[in-house]
């Protein structure tokens, strides 16, 4: 269909990148934040900030709240749908599991419920808190952390949980992203040239493409690796072979697998209390010593609560290295007698830790945690740059045509890129604003961002015109600017924390979050001001009065 | 390159091919690809890992691969041939096997 493969490729690297970039451009931008979504979570929730912490005593402090757990009410009212009969008031619990990590300050506590008369068998619900561990007081539940529960469920997911369909969304933009990566290096000659190149000074076109190339040749690896390994972290749901045709031969494995190791697959029905777990802690505790491998809890696990078939699974913190191994140790629960360790990883499981541990990012590295995220805004910026000269090289044409997809495609680009960063910051502000106790904090907070961001959809509409093409830019990167600015100063007036007090003492989560709330202005100001620039000449070259030493994008393109 | 016009009837042709057909085709490649390495001895859980490792890079080549071929029905009968057959190979064996 295409005269050359080249060709073939150029279309297929403009539209892909052109539709999927809207997905994208969010899946980015939510999945930098997410490489410090601990520290944004202490950023929003003032009571949470403080020095991570060990893992409790789980049979003083833990164990008293996950008996307190009750399941989610969203989640319990979904449930309602997927069982034939009424549900009974108090849900068998299943397990519970508690995880922390290097940077969490606060523990969250889950706990499974079974679902009696549910049409699939193995359904089951959730419910969770989050804990002080020095104390065991909960946090109130309308304090949402922003980071983890809010801006890494849009990284993967959107929020759009109906049918998991977010997670198609993504995984398809992924998917397309991919083939915008080979596209681009297919249809690009000078791969390495364009590493070095960029001309800030040169036409307008040249420059944003030299930026679109720069920001993609540079992290180009890094970009496809996360893409790839992104879709292998949610394999079950793309391809759930396991659950669908092979189900007799996952569950055959599975039963061979809890043979081997001799921990039961479903509750004896026999009532038995647990043994004491803090011994059982404190015995993997040694064996990974022993090992020489002294480290943490990352992950606890405690499989069929009540029955004579409880194990507890202890699981160590990645704190060290790369690679996903939790070095499991498995204890019988009502005994506490050692069951088994687990083995060292096969060859296929090991490289699987690796490229997931690369991505999920558990360790503890803050140099290489920082370029993550620059990575990920490079991303955002390749995303934007080929937003900018899609609707740039074809502006004049579809205005002598008279087509008007393209005000479309720009209203959504603006919206994309400036109104995505316009309703974050809304949301920070919100969350400083609102007050600790209103009932609805979280809905509230998540209404401001859905809000703000459809506005600006609204605005980049309303305010674009042929004439001043770049307005509803200018507009929202001002308005960006004043926003972050405007979360800063909120932070130091409402918690006390301001930006110097907590760099003085050494406090690089909330005062790290502020910097870089501070970079996000001086940027989007400075690009508010070059695009105002541009607007300027470019109007002034309209109307044929072109000004002394105009370097702008009229003449050299 | 703006004088590049795909008909829209191609475009979706190959859209769909590259999209869907590649799905169902890697989906082939993912359910026999463990049946067989699992009939040769590896665990289930590993097979699945090796599969699902390999399983994106298929489906990346056969998108791209969908936008460059010449040919739209050798397209078409490479991507929905071995998506049948494939899909149809894993599910007899998975039915022999369990």
């Given amino acids: 269909m295409f005269a050359t493969f080249r060709l073939g490729m150029t279309w297929l690297h403009t539209w892909f990148g052109l539709v999927l970039g809207f997905v994208l451009m969010v899946v980015f931008f939510f999945g930098a934040l997410s490489v410090f979504d601990r520290e944004i979570d202490r950023w929003s929730v003032p009571a949470s900030r403080f020095e991570p912490q060990p893992l409790p005593s789980f049979d003083r402090l833990l164990a008293p709240v996950f008996e307190r757990i009750v399941p989610d009410a969203p989640d319990l009212a979904a449930a309602r749908d997927r069982v034939t009969g009424p549900l009974p008031a108090t849900l068998p619990v299943m397990d519970y599991s508690v995880y922390t990590t290097h940077r969490d300050p606060v523990l969250q506590l889950y706990t499974s419920f079974g679902l009696p008369n549910a049409r699939d068998p193995g359904d089951h619900i959730h419910g969770h808190v989050t804990l002080d561990p020095r104390t065991g007081a909960e946090l109130p539940a309308q304090a949402r952390k922003l980071g983890s529960e809010f801006f890494y469920p849009l990284h993967y997911g959107l929020h759009l949980e109906w049918k998991e369909l977010g997670y198609w969304i993504v995984g398809l933009a992924a998917l397309g992203m991919l083939a ?24 307008t076109q040249r420059s944003v493409l030299d930026l679109h190339n720069l920001t993609g040749v540079v992290a180009l690896p890094f970009h496809f690796f996360f893409a790839l390994t992104g879709l292998v972290i949610f394999a079950g749901i793309y391809f759930p072979a396991g659950t669908t045709v092979l189900r007799p031969l996952h569950d055959a494995d599975e039963r061979r697998e809890a043979a081997l190791t001799g921990l039961p697959l479903e509750p004896s029905g026999i009532a038995a209390p647990l043994a004491p777990v803090d011994a059982m802690v404190a015995d993997a505790q040694r064996r990974w ?17 009540g029955d004579a078939a409880a194990t507890v699974s202890v699981y160590r913190a990645g704190t060290d290295r790369v690679t996903l191994t939790g070095e499991g140790i498995h204890y019988r629960g009502s005994t506490g007698e050692l069951l088994r360790e687990d083995p060292p990883q096969g060859v296929v499981g090991g490289i699987n830790d690796f490229l997931t541990g690369l991505h999920l990012q558990h360790f503890r590295h803050w140099p290489l945690r920082w370029l993550y995220f620059l990575g990920g805004l ?8 080929g937003f900018l000269f899609f609707a740039r090289k074809r502006r004049e044409r579809h205005a002598a045509q008279g087509a008007g997809g393209l005000r479309l495609v720009e209203a959504l680009s603006v919206a994309t890129v400036a109104g995505m960063g316009v309703a974050t910051a809304a949301l ?4 400083r604003l609102l007050p600790q106790t209103l009932a609805d904090r979280a809905t509230v907070e998540e209404s401001v961002f859905w809000l703000t961001w459809l506005a ?64 996000f202005a001086l940027v989007a100001a400075l690009v508010a001001r070059r695009l105002r620039r541009l607007e300027r000449d470019r109007r002034a070259s309209v109307a044929g009065a072109l000004p002394k030493g105009f370097a702008g994008d009229a003449g050299r393109a | 390159m703006s004088s590049v016009r795909p008909d829209v009837s191609q475009v979706l042709a190959r ?47 056969l998108l791209c691969w969908a936008f460059a071929v010449r040919s739209l029905a050798r397209l078409w009968l490479t991507i929905g041939g071995g998506a049948a057959l494939m899909s149809g190979a894993a599910w007899l064996a998975a039915g022999a096997m369990a």
């Fill in chain 1, 378 to 385: 490079a991303g955002c910026a390749c995303i934007a740059t």
């Fill in chain 1, 289 to 305: 010593q022993a090992r020489g491998m002294a480290g943490e809890v990352g992950f606890l696990f405690v499989n069929h609560v």
């Fill in chain 2, 15 to 61: 859209l769909a091919a590259g999209v869907v057909g590649g799905w169902a085709f890697t989906w082939g490649f993912v359910t026999l690809g463990i049946v067989a390495l699992v009939a040769v001895g590896m665990s289930y859980h590993d097979a699945e890992l090796l599969v699902y490792l390999l399983a994106f890079l298929l489906y990346l080549a």
């Fill in chain 1, 180 to 203: 915008a990566l080979v596209s681009g290096v297919m249809i690009h000659r000078r791969l390495f040239r364009e590493l070095f190149t960029f001309r800030p000074r040169a036409s």
């Fill in chain 1, 456 to 519: 600006t959809l609204g605005h980049a509409s309303w305010r674009a015109s042929p004439r001043q093409p770049l307005r509803p830019w200018i507009e929202q990167c001002a308005a960006l600017a004043v926003l972050t600015l405007l979360a800063v100063a909120l932070n130091a007036v409402t918690t006390g924390d301001a930006l110097w007090r907590t760099l003085a003492a050494g406090d690089w989560a909330v005062g790290g979050v502020d910097l870089a709330l501070l970079g």
């Fill in chain 1, 428 to 431: 920070l502000v919100a969350n």
